[in-house]
Nanobody, 120 residues
């Protein structure tokens, strides 16, 4: 069973940047599509970015141009670089192993989440 551990969240001012990391245990990491979701207070969890095992990325329209997903299959880690942060980016960010490479795919394994707060 793959386990996921996110890190890198925190409090950042508007316009700032963060890089979230998601470390995965298990040798099957490199063949799985991975995704980042976020859940803002009072809102449903939304998919923001996915990346296939081969490195092809997709993004929600709301984050295109500001978010970059990447992965290191040697380190079993997926990253989410977030630039030009806005207060509306405040949310708990979760990574997930996805069922397939489609957009939007569905998650089958969740991490525990990392809080991102954008505030001056």
């Amino acid at each position: 069973q793959v386990q996921l551990v996110e890190s890198g969240g925190g409090l950042v001012q508007p316009g700032g940047s963060l890089r979230l990391s998601c470390a995965a245990s298990g040798s099957i990491f490199s063949i799985n599509a991975m995704g980042w979701y976020r859940q803002a207070p009072g809102k449903q969890r939304e998919l923001v970015a996915t990346i296939t095992g081969g490195g092809s990325a997709n993004y929600a329209d709301s984050v295109k141009g500001r978010f970059t997903i990447s992965r290191d299959n040697v380190k079993n880690t997926v990253y989410l670089q977030i630039n030009s942060l806005k207060p509306e980016d405040t949310a708990v960010y979760y990574c997930a192993v996805l069922y397939d490479n489609s957009w939007p795919s569905s998650p089958k394994i969740w991490g525990q989440g990392t809080q991102v707060t954008v505030s001056s």
